[in-house]
């Protein structure tokens, strides 16, 4: 249970200052996890929590932040300096952006807490790990939260509610614990109508722009019954793989990123029922030319740590072409 290997930890280490981390681009689970994370360790350690979020959090988890009115607890000091490091929702420290070197360097002094199945340096280096499948990190920190008898404000049951919300497409996948969970936190004084208005999204004119640019910018092609589209933008990769599925294409691909290359992937639902998943396209592009892919049956993303020139993203579409019409063709 993740609730004795927090406790294992305050006892073995002491730690007076904790680091807890996050993926990059931070999500509402991401943001969530982090948060009740940084109570939980409060409470148990009796010692300084911080939270980072490496290359900040998403448009969406800045809006539910201001929402509930929720301050981050970062510090800006050396990150190098701290007694004990949690890593949340991630399995890789490639994403991690620039807290990646912090981290490799104190393997010996680190908690892993994340849902994916996908294996990563860091599960398999950290000290301490608790990786279980479930639709959400939040779902395994609200779970050790619930046996730990801590009560978390009404603030913080709303965001843990729209991390589970987030992650699960709300509710359209669940767990018998996930559910439990998010009654936990409607318990404690979450607001579930809150917590799901907080994801309706509000774009601002910078992800407008990259919308509608993704689709200016989209190829499609079509690989026997199924169509592909694939488009290029420098921001909002996420959001533009989203518009393009609801635009009917059954998968889409879109590559973004400058000092590292990013992919966003989309599958539409009527493939995840013939088992063509984005989860496993992405790993094995990974395992074609290294980098990290991973994430879920219908989304899911992949990082090159290489600066994003107009070769390398040919040659990795062409890879992610070939492996789709693998996939594909095996139907």
């Known amino acids: 249970m993740l609730e004795k290997i927090i406790k294992k930890i305050c006892k ?3 730690p007076r ?3 807890v981390i996050s993926h990059v681009n931070a999500d509402p689970d991401a943001l969530a996890s982090s948060f009740l994370s940084v109570l939980i360790f409060d409470k148990i350690c009796n010692c300084r929590t911080y939270q980072v979020f490496p290359e900040g959090i998403s448009s969406l988890s800045k809006r539910i932040l201001e929402r509930l009115s929720l301050k981050t ?11 004990f490091y949690v890593v949340v929702d991630a399995v890789n420290s490639i994403q991690l952006g620039d807290l990646s070197r912090v981290v490799k360097e104190n393997f010996d002094r680190l908690l892993l807490i994340d849902h994916h199945s996908t294996k990563g340096d860091l599960l398999e280096n950290a000290s301490y790990s608790y990786v279980k499948n479930e639709v959400a990190t939040t779902v395994l920190i609200g779970d050790a939260l619930m046996r730990l008898n801590i009560t978390p404000s009404r ?39 809150l917590a799901q208005k907080l994801l309706e999204e509000k774009r601002d004119i910078s992800e407008k722009i990259a ?3 993704g689709i200016q910018r989209a190829h499609i092609i079509r690989i026997g019954k199924y169509i592909v589209a694939i488009t290029e933008v420098s921001a909002y990769e ?5 518009l393009l599925i609801s635009a009917g294409a059954d998968i889409a691909i879109v590559v973004g990123g400058k000092k590292s290359l990013r992919i966003s992937m989309r599958v539409a639902p009527s493939l995840i029922e013939e088992n063509v998943t984005a989860e496993r396209i992405m790993k094995k592009l990974a395992l074609k030319i290294g980098g990290y892919g991973g994430g879920h049956a219908a ?12 070769r390398l993203r040919q040659k990795v579409v062409k890879e992610i072409l070939n492996i789709l019409s693998l996939e594909l063709f095996r139907q």
Do not use: W
């Open 155 to 193: 603030e913080l049951c709303t965001l843990a509610l729209a991390g589970i919300l987030f992650d699960s497409k709300k509710f359209a996948i669940a767990t018998p614990t996930a559910l439990k969970v998010a009654s936990f936190f409607l318990e404690k004084g979450g607001n579930y109508s």
């Open 12 to 14: 073995q280490y002491y």
């Open 17 to 19: 200052s904790i680091l």
């Open 211 to 213: 919308r509608l640019k």
């Open 238 to 242: 996420a959001s533009v793989a989203r």
């Open 73 to 83: 607890k970062e510090n800006k000091e050396d990150y190098s300096y701290y007694d």
């Open 299 to 310: 989304a899911a993303g992949f990082n090159l740590p290489e600066e994003s020139s107009t």
